[in-house]
């Protein structure tokens, strides 16, 4: 069992920075063989998929992030992070962090992650 616990989560303003972590432990977790990913959940809304970084480093991202997010991973520390930049009021969101195992890249259907964290709400104010 792999256990996800994010961090990092706030109230901000439209254009700041905000930094998510997301560190994983458990028996049978993988560093060097899980995909990681990033999804965000509005009020009333799906649960959207926002970033995604294989094993080996590759990224992946939504259009809605990209070049404001990055997406990075520290193996020996077992976590994986969401540098957010330039935050927009829509940003404002449950973030949750996921992990999956496979080869197949990129994934970023919902129901392709074995595990999810409780998630970490980032709040956009403009």
């Known amino acids: 069992q792999v256990q996800l616990v994010e961090s990092g989560g706030g109230l901000v303003q439209a254009g700041d920075s905000l930094r998510l972590s997301c560190a994983a432990s458990g028996r049978t977790f993988s560093t060097y063989t899980m995909a990681m990913a990033w999804f965000r959940q509005a009020p009333g809304e799906e649960r959207d998929f926002v970033a995604a970084i294989s094993s080996g480093g590759s990224t992946y991202y939504a259009d809605s992030v990209k070049g404001r997010f990055t997406i990075s991973r520290d193996n020996a520390k077992k976590t994986v992070y969401l540098q957010m930049n330039s935050l927009k009021p829509e940003g404002t969101a449950v973030y949750y962090c996921?992990?999956?195992?496979?080869?197949?890249?990129?994934?970023?259907?919902?129901?392709?992650?074995?595990?999810w964290g409780q998630g970490t709400q980032v709040t956009v104010s403009s």
């Open positions: 996921a992990a999956r195992s496979g080869s197949s890249w990129p994934r970023i259907v919902r129901g392709e992650y074995e595990c």
